[in-house]
């Protein structure tokens, strides 16, 4: 019989969490810029289904354009930028909730002068991101500004 997780909470003071440490962003991929994350909730709790992190993107910086099967949720609840879905940019902002369908080419990006924190709910167990390749971003992107805006 497995122990049970006690219930609890972790004390935040300003955008870290006590006993969690900052982590790199990705460790196999280069296609990303000034993020870092934090693992909150998922890693060390097996009786969730599903995790809890926070992102943060210094300004000038982005997260790697991907795309996956699985979905997720995201929670801004710090600073503002742009997301880019698929073929459009949306401006996001403090307290916007945002719902990435499976199979959206999506990128963050904190294009104002400070940074860009979000909370990220994902399953537990959830495929790997995939970088899309010239071929996937020519058939699904025409937009002209989101051309511009990503980065690889």
């Given at each position: 019989?497995?122990?049970?997780?006690?219930?609890?909470?972790?004390?935040?003071?300003?955008?870290?969490?006590?006993?969690?440490?900052?982590?790199?962003?990705?460790?196999?991929?280069?296609?990303?810029?000034?993020?870092h994350r934090y693992s909150l909730l998922g890693?060390?709790?097996?009786?969730?289904?599903?995790?809890?992190?926070?992102?943060?993107?210094?300004?000038?910086g982005y997260s790697s354009l991907e795309l996956?099967?699985?979905?997720?949720?995201?929670?801004?609840?710090?600073?503002?930028?742009?997301?880019?879905?698929?073929?459009?940019?949306?401006?996001?902002?403090?307290?916007?909730?945002?719902?990435?369908?499976?199979?959206?080419?999506?990128?963050?990006?904190?294009?104002?002068?400070?940074?860009?924190?979000?909370?990220?709910?994902?399953?537990?167990?959830?495929?790997?991101?995939?970088?899309?390749?010239?071929?996937?971003?020519?058939?699904?992107?025409?937009?002209?500004?989101?051309?511009?805006?990503?980065?690889?």
């Amino acid at each position: 019989m497995t122990k049970k997780t006690q219930s609890g909470i972790i004390k935040a003071k300003g955008y870290s969490w006590q006993n969690v440490d900052k982590k790199e962003y990705k460790t196999d991929t280069d296609n990303f810029r000034n993020i870092h994350r934090y693992s909150l909730l998922g890693e060390d709790v097996p009786e969730l289904n599903f995790q809890t992190r926070y992102f943060e993107i210094q300004p000038g910086g982005y997260s790697s354009l991907e795309l996956h099967r699985h979905p997720h949720s995201v929670v801004i609840i710090r600073g503002g930028g742009s997301l880019v879905l698929d073929n459009e940019i949306h401006p996001i902002g403090l307290h916007d909730v945002v719902f990435i369908a499976p199979e959206t080419i999506h990128q963050f990006h904190a294009d104002t002068d400070e940074p860009l924190g979000f909370l990220c709910m994902v399953d537990r167990y959830r495929d790997k991101p995939a970088i899309p390749d010239d071929d996937t971003i020519k058939a699904r992107i025409t937009n002209r500004a989101v051309l511009d805006k990503i980065r690889k």
